[in-house]
């Protein structure tokens, strides 16, 4: 369960490199470059790639501009299984994950009794407005009238 992302493995002129073009840009117009030894903090998905790519295995280098993904190979790697591991970049539920069931979320806010008016509705001050703390907040049903 996820986006899917559709990629295409092409080549380089120069030995060693292997292009991935993605369905999706993930850098908007920045470039982003990664060596093995860099300590990767970030979660945007740029980041999660990356340290996805390393853990794999055989990468000396990584560049990733827009949708496009170029991999430097080290000697005696191969891009094998790097493409797969591009495509579930945004897969969430893989095999062995549990998926969240409705009873796991939390539950629905309490509906205000029929007739009582929304505080937001009123000219009181926002701080007047909040509920109590640790109060759930409620959800406003407003009549169609108003």
């Keep these: 369960m996820g986006q899917p992302v559709t990629v295409i493995e092409k080549p380089s002129l120069r030995g060693g490199t292997v292009r991935y073009e993605l369905n999706r840009a993930l850098t908007g117009m920045g470039h982003e470059r990664y060596l093995p030894d860099d300590v990767i903090v970030g979660d945007r ?30 000697k005696g790697g191969s891009s094998a299984g790097i493409k797969e591991v591009i495509e579930g970049l945004y897969t969430y539920y893989r095999p062995g994950v549990e998926v969240p069931t409705f009873e796991d979320t939390a539950a629905a806010p309490e509906i205000a009794p029929a007739g009582e008016r929304c505080p937001l509705a009123s000219g009181a001050p926002w701080r007047e407005r909040l509920p109590a703390s640790g109060a759930p907040p409620r959800r406003w049903v407003v009549p169609a009238s108003e």
């Design 45 to 74: 998905p740029v980041d999660v790639l990356a340290r996805r790519i390393f853990e794999h295995g055989g990468v000396d280098r990584l560049h990733i501009n827009g949708s496009v993904v170029t991999v430097d190979l080290a």
